[in-house]
């Protein structure tokens, strides 16, 4: 079965993009909120390989109306769909959480690997691996509080010594087969060594460039496969512009994994 790894590959070689659009619009009507999602994913498409969702879209336009709409657009144009869900709960509810994301459209989604393995992100996987879908897994976050618990560093079980957590979760990702981690552009040197330990097995997807400070060149440079990028498009003048501009600039020097 093609997997969500190559799918992606696939999707992003064939329009020639890295970019992941986080689409995180905000709006107090429904109607407006998903007229805008529609106007800003058609206008962005050709620019994007992947569009990412996040809870704040989905609470307003419920995912059995405009949300599975908006996912049936993006595959229309040919763009993979992620659910930024954190998934961070015991097997039972992180299985039923995730088959409600995937029956509704969604080709992936993104967990916490603090919640472990067994019993928790276990069946959640399997049940993936069964649809083809893909789970990616958060390996450093790109706010500053992140080095209070990705940053930290903890006793290996395994060795006894002590080794940074980030490090403790790009190798699960490897042992547990995701399809990709998040590592946060606002610190290169974690995108470095992350890289460094995936070896390209992994895909990773990068988001924290332009308003959080990062930046997409160096990130990709650093080992970013793919940029997750959401106010530097939505909230700018001319979003197809923008997502055009940045574009250039993270895919003037970038091999997908
Ligand atoms: P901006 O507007 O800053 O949005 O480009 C970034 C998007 O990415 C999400 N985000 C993260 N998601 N791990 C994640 O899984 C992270 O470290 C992380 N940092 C930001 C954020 O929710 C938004 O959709």
């Given at each position: ?11 992003s ?40 969702l ?20 993006a595959?229309?144009h ?36 603090f ?22 897994l ?9 080095a ?25 990702a490897m ?74 600039e ?8």
């Amino acid at each position: 079965m093609f997997s969500f790894k190559d799918a992606m590959r696939s999707a992003s070689e064939s329009k020639g993009t890295n970019l992941v659009l986080a689409l995180d619009l905000v709006d107090q009507n429904p109607r407006s909120l998903a007229a805008r999602s529609i106007r800003i994913t058609e206008d962005v498409a050709p620019y994007i390989c992947a569009l990412k969702l996040n809870r704040p879209l989905i609470l307003k336009l419920c995912l059995e109306e405009g949300i599975k709409d908006l996912l049936k657009l993006a595959h229309e144009h040919e763009l993979m769909t992620i659910m930024d869900a954190k998934l961070n709960d015991v097997a039972h509810t992180n299985l039923a959480t995730a088959t409600q994301y995937f029956e509704a459209g969604f080709d992936a989604l993104i967990a916490s690997p603090f919640v472990g393995w067994e019993g928790g992100l276990d069946s959640t996987f399997k049940e993936a691996s069964r649809r083809g879908k893909g789970m990616i897994l958060l390996v450093y976050m790109s706010h500053k509080g992140a080095a209070e618990g990705y940053g930290q560093d903890v006793v290996d079980a395994r060795t006894g010594h002590s080794r940074p957590q980030f490090v403790l979760f790009a190798e699960k990702a490897m042992t547990w087969g995701a399809d990709g981690v998040v590592v946060g552009a606002t610190q290169v040197d974690k995108l470095s060594a992350v890289r460094g330990i995936l070896q390209g097995k992994v895909p990773i997807y990068s988001p924290g460039v332009l308003v959080q400070g990062g930046s997409p060149k160096e990130a990709v440079k650093a080992g970013a496969d793919y940029l997750i990028v959401g106010r530097a498009i939505y909230n700018s003048e001319n979003p197809k512009k923008s997502a055009r501009s940045i574009r250039d600039e993270a895919t003037s020097n970038h091999e997908p994994t």
